[in-house]
């Protein structure tokens, strides 16, 4: 048997094809400059400033319809009770909750004059219990000078009534109060109170609060 020996020339064993040669010095050093410039162009764009452009804020992906600038009449058999206001309106489950931003709401007479209005940072009004609830800085004042906050607060439109289990400072011409929980007429006039309750009065003539309202405290008479 005759072995045949092939000698294989090294720089034929490692021969690429024509076009993709390797240079691993300069090329090296290219692709550093080549990273260099395209750091220092990221750092322009950075440093450039875009058109500030105005923004409505985020609209969450659930809500099914977004109104700006809402406007609503709450109504009992035919008499406006409130008129609700709010900058920006989510509507959710076919439009029976509806989420508010920066809420105002008016209060009418049966003769339809304004007596008192609440705002409040949040609120979320259900149409099916004709209920309006404000969260965060919620504040109610009367014509009369009665003023409540509280961080909570519930209108009924049904029974006509506010009401809270959070705590809350009252106060009108002549007196001070605070508390947690109450409920009231939207107008203040008649305050219940359920808990904690405690205040100063200025006593007037005769021996009576300065103040108009009236107060009672968890249902008993004061």
Known sequence: MTLHSTAVDS????????????????????????IAVAALAAAACRDAKSPTLPARGVIP????????????????????????HADT?????????????TVRTTFYTAAGDSDAVMTG???????????LEGRGNVEIKSVAGRRLAS???????????????????????????SGVGFRSDPQLRNLQVFSGAKGRAVIGAGGAPAGAGSTRRGGGAR
């Open 89 to 101: 309106a989510f509507f959710y489950d076919e439009g029976n909750r509806i989420d508010l931003r």
């Open 151 to 177: 961080q909570h607060l519930i209108y009924d439109k049904i029974v006509n009534q506010v009401s809270s289990d959070s705590a809350f400072t009252f106060s009108e011409p002549g007196r001070t109060l």
């Open 11 to 34: 720089a034929t064993a490692h021969a690429r094809p024509e076009g993709h040669r390797t240079f691993r010095g300069p090329r090296r050093g290219r692709a550093c400059l080549l």
């Open 61 to 84: 992906d659930s809500a099914e319809q977004v109104m700006y600038g809402l406007r609503h009449a709450l109504t009992t058999g035919g008499v406006r009770r409130a008129q609700l």
């Open 121 to 131: 940072r949040r609120g979320v009004y259900d149409v099916r219990q004709q209920r």
